[in-house]
């Protein structure tokens, strides 16, 4: 039996063995190269590109930083960016944090990633678009070919914010394969992790520009742009280097877990409740347990019910973006709609199947009430 003093969060972070991981520590402890690219940061860039099957990998310090610099990257600074208001905080404060302006398309009901209808309609009112920044919301895919033709038919770069998209593939590509280039987050609480650290794929061509933006903008003693410090120290490559192999069976257990919600939760059928549709073709990574309630009555009293027993989901995402303090407030209904009544379940793959019961319980309870 769970001991009910200890919390139930979301999330609960995968490790590897100790042991690994110490290896890896001994080795750098006798290398004393901590940090600048050093071979555990240039082995774990080889070996993403080859698991994710993607030109080039460059990783960064964490996924805010890794976005920061690729806004710099692809000429969208400074800008009107048109982005997403129902996704983590990060994606419009990067944009804010470059000096640039959010201007927010609403999102698709269904999938709850950006509608590019709406992303279209901004592009027709605004001269000044700087690029299209996205977000592949849970690990599902935006429409990316809607997005692509948009993005050609503007002359606007497309970033994706890859963030939840780890392991996520649609029609045999990786969702950061898509878009001039994907910014991955690979903190502690996402699907793969490097305790902290992130990550750029883009065309292996960047590799220079990327390298100068991360560290302070010179090359020895000859200083060529304004950088700033984005790169990852060996200690965080490392714990990469030791989660890589275990990616299969943590997507295995995933989807054997979300599998498990879905019927005991009744998704799609009587008790209301309804999961994002998946873009078609999509493999799922199953990064996270979202939930849709048909209120946000149901979604509050499922979330005290919840409380009551010490476990504690979180409102991803809440509140919709658009209707942050320190932005230019733009009506999306459908984001406002959702962010009122949507839930992340705790869901990680080590989670023990009698806690994931006694959640599916209480929530079943709580709607029927
Ligand atoms: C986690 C996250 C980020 C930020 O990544 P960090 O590595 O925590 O800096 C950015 N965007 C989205 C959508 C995220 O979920």
């Given amino acids: 039996m769970r001991n009910k ?5 979301v999330t609960q972070s995968s490790l590897p063995p100790l042991n690994e991981y110490v290896e890896c520590l ?8 901590l940090t600048n690219q050093g071979n555990y940061a240039r082995l774990l860039e080889k070996e993403l590109a080859a698991f994710l099957n993607v030109p080039a990998v460059f990783l960064c310090a964490n996924g805010t930083l890794a976005l920061q610099l690729s806004l710099r990257l692809l000429g969208m600074n400074g800008k009107k960016i048109i982005t997403t208001p129902f996704t983590y905080v990060a994606t419009t404060s990067a944009i804010i944090w470059e000096g640039g302006e959010p201007l927010y398309a609403d999102i698709d009901p269904e999938s709850l990633c950006i509608d590019p209808a709406h992303v279209e309609r901004l592009l027709q009112e605004h001269q000044d678009i700087g690029g299209i920044l996205p977000v592949h ?13 948009i993005s050609l038919k503007y002359g606007v770069p497309v970033l994706y914010d890859a963030a939840h998209s780890f392991g996520s593939v649609l029609d045999g590509k990786s969702l950061f394969a898509f878009g001039d280039a994907a910014i991955g987050s ?32 010179h090359c020895d003693d000859e200083h060529i742009c304004v950088g700033m410090n984005a790169k990852i120290s060996e200690p965080h490559a490392a714990m990469g ?8 069976e943590i997507m295995a257990k995933r989807t054997r877990l979300s599998t498990l919600y879905d019927e005991l939760l009744d998704i799609n059928g009587k008790s209301g409740i309804r999961r994002p549709a998946l873009a078609k073709d999509l493999k799922w990574n199953h990064a996270y347990y979202p939930v849709i309630f048909p209120d946000h009555e149901s979604m509050t009293a499922v979330l005290q019910a919840l ?25 999306c209904p459908i984001s406002e709609d959702m962010a009122e009544r949507v839930l992340c379940l705790p869901f990680w793959p080590d989670m023990d199947e009698e806690l994931l019961r006694e959640i599916a319980d209480i929530i079943r309870m709580a709607i029927s009430a």
């Fill in 26 to 33: 001994t080795d750098i402890f006798q290398s004393k190269w």
């Fill in 307 to 331: 409380k009551k027993e010490n476990i504690h989901p979180r409102r991803y995402f809440y509140p919709s973006l658009s209707t942050l303090p320190y932005v230019k407030r733009q009506p």
């Fill in 186 to 217: 690979f903190h502690a609480t996402k699907l793969f992790h490097t305790v902290e650290g992130g990550c750029i794929v883009a065309k292996q061509e960047y590799m220079e520009k990327v390298a100068l933006l991360r560290a302070f903008g």
């Fill in 5 to 9: 003093e200890n919390p139930v969060f």
């Fill in 137 to 149: 919301v849970y690990g599902n895919a935006c429409d990316v070919y809607a997005l692509h033709d």
């Fill in 241 to 248: 280097i030791c989660m890589l192999p275990r990616m299969p």
